[in-house]
């Protein structure tokens, strides 16, 4: 297996593991109505273990991730701002170490809380436009059904991430989130697939 392709299938493996580990460990913490970050919410339990062995080991692997990855996608133009926008990925979760929320993690709060906000806004909307600027790349031409994929679900970001904020939806906040982990990490095996291919995928393509 490729590098690339393994370091993808241990990030994967480790935000699900991560999650399933927070959620056991974390008193009266629900996957369908909180958000990933009151993992490790300031003064709650477990959270600094969550921080570090959590939100700090993802980013590391994310970024170990990236940085074999993005030379090997090969991408230009617009793609390329887009490559480099993955970044955000990472960031999204080192957030939650520099600036962890506070209880609930509410639209106002903490100085701490305040940054958390302001950086969510930017790695969320940078994860979807990296999504969007990557499928343009004229290697999709060829898999217009991938490249589809990829212009929605970069699309849904923005829309998903102000849905998941509104108080009025509070109860389903952690379930928007976890649409958007599943849209990403689908997003990320078809650009690798598309973009880094396997010998058996060139022959796929050519068939």
């Known amino acids: ?43 709650t339990a477990w959270a600094d ?12 692997i994310l970024s170990g991730f990236l940085a074999v990855a993005i030379p090997l996608l090969k991408t230009s133009g617009a793609s390329r701002v887009g490559a480099w926008l993955l970044w955000s990925l990472p960031a999204s979760y080192f957030l939650a170490v520099i600036a962890p929320c506070d209880t609930g993690c509410p639209l106002e709060g903490s100085a701490s809380q305040i940054a958390h906000n302001l950086l969510a806004v930017v790695t969320y909307f940078g994860m979807g436009l990296s999504i969007v600027l990557i499928s343009l790349d004229t290697r999709f031409s060829g898999f217009k059904p991938r490249r ?22 509070g109860q389903w906040g952690g379930l928007l989130q976890r649409l958007l982990d599943i849209a990403m990490a689908v997003s990320l095996i078809v650009i690798v697939k598309t973009l880094i291919p396997t010998g058996h995928d060139v022959r796929q393509a050519v068939a």
């Open 1 to 43: 297996m490729h590098l690339a392709r393994l370091l993808l299938l241990a990030s994967i493996l480790y935000v699900v593991g991560f999650y399933f580990i927070g959620s056991a460990v974390k008193p009266g913490y629900s996957q369908i109505s909180n958000f990933v970050s009151e993992y490790n919410a300031t003064g």
């Open 49 to 60: 273990m969550l921080t570090y062995a959590g939100f700090a080991a993802t980013a590391a």
């Open 148 to 169: 589809v994929f990829l212009l929605f679900a970069g699309a849904a970001f923005p829309v998903v991430f102000l849905l998941m904020v509104q108080p009025e939806l």
